[in-house]
């Protein structure tokens, strides 16, 4: 290969908007239809793919600001991308919006690499392990009894994942007694051998949070995710030291500065980071070793098929999130997405890159003008 041949050529990006299935609705949020970032960065005769959720604005990001920045490096050299997309965007300020676009592109820079190379990309960054432990999440407040014992089922017996997570701090906190009710309802629908995730999205304060935590104890909730706002630092250090359950955040990390003031607060058991938006594989390993420097596992945040390879690269790793919406429109979007029957996924060997082909025609329908 000539470095002619390795030099970016283009970014093509693309918004897909896709709607649920039924309204959904946490904590703090209600949303009927996701949207979908795409980058394919190219190369001779190579095409690496990435993505990221968010908004549709991220695409014109990426076209007029983090493009000019990245075509014509050498497609091996990543890191120097990084920081040229970050030098980049300093006045329209890194954290945010940013730092989802570079999310897409690292990733989609990232799988380039492995293609050209021929590697898988869990075998470019070096595995870990095997297999990459997954939870089921969705369990929305908006879901009835039949629906979320339905998905609950699905989970934990059809599919034979033993983590599952459900949403609560409806209405912001304001209604504890539904709440409590379909944690309860989410236990006897696992049964005692599978563990039990709650995730309130910020709803409650701190002392609110520790009341659930602590009038829901014969429920044996595992994992209690954003109890109150992740940029509420004090707040998680509160409800931490008072509840046995693990206490988590750090979806909406977007710089390396925020992830290390979180672990230094003592504010989390684990560390959560998404891949879609920290700023893609290369924020994601270097957030990894903050967390490692501090005792602490990291867990994936959504986007599962994006970040399997990673996960199967971090020492540290607990689980990753098998999110219902995402894997919706993964699956919709790509051949080639992970199978977490019995409660992990194996990143396979025998396809380069992140080991997933855009299924172009099928996402077309979705597409909207970015």
């Known amino acids: 290969?000539?470095?002619?041949?390795?030099?970016?050529?283009?970014?093509?990006?693309?918004?897909?908007?896709?709607?649920?299935?039924?309204?959904?609705?946490?904590?703090?949020?209600?949303?009927?239809?996701?949207?979908?970032?795409?980058?394919?960065?190219?190369?001779?005769?190579?095409?690496?793919?990435?993505?990221?959720?968010?908004?549709?604005?991220?695409?014109?990001?990426?076209?007029?600001?983090?493009?000019?920045a990245v075509v014509g490096l050498n497609s091996f050299d990543v890191p120097?991308?990084?920081?040229?997309?970050?030098?980049?965007?300093?006045?329209?300020?890194r954290?945010?919006?940013?730092?989802?676009?570079?999310?897409?592109?690292?990733?989609?820079?990232?799988?380039?690499?492995?293609?050209?190379?021929?590697?898988?990309?869990?075998?470019?960054?070096?595995?870990?392990?095997?297999?990459?432990?997954?939870?089921?999440?969705?369990?929305?407040?908006?879901?009835s009894e039949e629906q979320l014992r339905t998905q609950l089922a699905g989970w934990a017996g059809d599919q034979e994942i033993p983590r599952v997570k459900i949403k609560i701090g409806q209405d912001r906190g304001t209604n504890t007694v539904r709440d409590l009710a379909r944690i309860r309802q989410a236990r006897e629908t696992i049964g005692p051998g599978v563990q039990l995730f709650v995730d309130a999205n910020g709803g409650y304060t701190a002392k609110q949070a520790v009341r659930v935590s602590e009038a829901s104890a014969e429920q044996d909730v595992a994992w209690f995710e954003e109890p109150v706002s992740s940029d509420h630092l004090a707040g998680l250090r509160q409800v931490r030291r008072s509840i046995t359950a693990d206490v988590a955040a750090g979806e909406y990390g977007t710089t390396l500065f925020y992830f290390q003031q979180m672990c230094e607060a003592d504010a989390v058991d684990?560390?959560?980071?998404?891949?879609?938006?920290?700023?893609?594989?290369?924020?994601?390993?270097?957030?990894?070793?903050?967390?490692?420097?501090?005792?602490?596992?990291?867990?994936?945040?959504?986007?599962?098929?994006?970040?399997?390879?990673a996960a199967a690269g971090t020492l540290n790793f607990r689980h990753l999130e098998w999110f219902h919406d995402h894997?919706?429109?993964?699956?919709?979007?790509?051949?080639?997405?992970?199978?977490?029957?019995?409660?992990?996924?194996?990143?396979?060997?025998?396809?380069?890159?992140?080991?997933?082909?855009?299924?172009?025609?099928?996402?077309?329908?979705?597409?909207?003008?970015?």
């Open 80 to 93: 120097a991308a990084a920081e040229a997309m970050a030098r980049t965007v300093r006045n329209a300020s």
């Open 95 to 143: 954290p945010g919006l940013a730092a989802y676009a570079i999310s897409a592109v690292d990733c989609a820079l990232w799988d380039l690499k492995a293609r050209i190379l021929g590697l898988p990309l869990h075998r470019l960054f070096g595995a870990a392990r095997a297999h990459v432990e997954v939870y089921g999440s969705g369990g929305f407040t908006t879901y």
């Open 270 to 309: 684990c560390l959560q980071v998404d891949v879609s938006r920290c700023g893609g594989f290369t924020e994601w390993f270097r957030a990894s070793a903050v967390a490692a420097a501090h005792g602490l596992e990291v867990s994936g945040h959504c986007a599962p098929n994006l970040t399997v390879p």
């Open 327 to 370: 894997v919706r429109i993964e699956d919709m979007f790509f051949d080639g997405t992970g199978d977490p029957q019995g409660g992990s996924v194996r990143p396979e060997d025998d396809r380069p890159g992140n080991g997933l082909t855009l299924r172009a025609r099928d996402a077309e329908k979705y597409r909207i003008q970015a």
């Open 1 to 68: 290969m000539t470095d002619s041949t390795l030099t970016l050529k283009s970014l093509h990006v693309s918004a897909y908007t896709v709607p649920t299935g039924t309204t959904e609705a946490d904590g703090t949020y209600t949303w009927d239809a996701t949207t979908m970032v795409l980058v394919q960065a190219t190369a001779g005769a190579w095409t690496g793919i990435g993505w990221t959720y968010a908004p549709a604005a991220c695409a014109a990001l990426i076209r007029d600001t983090l493009e000019p």
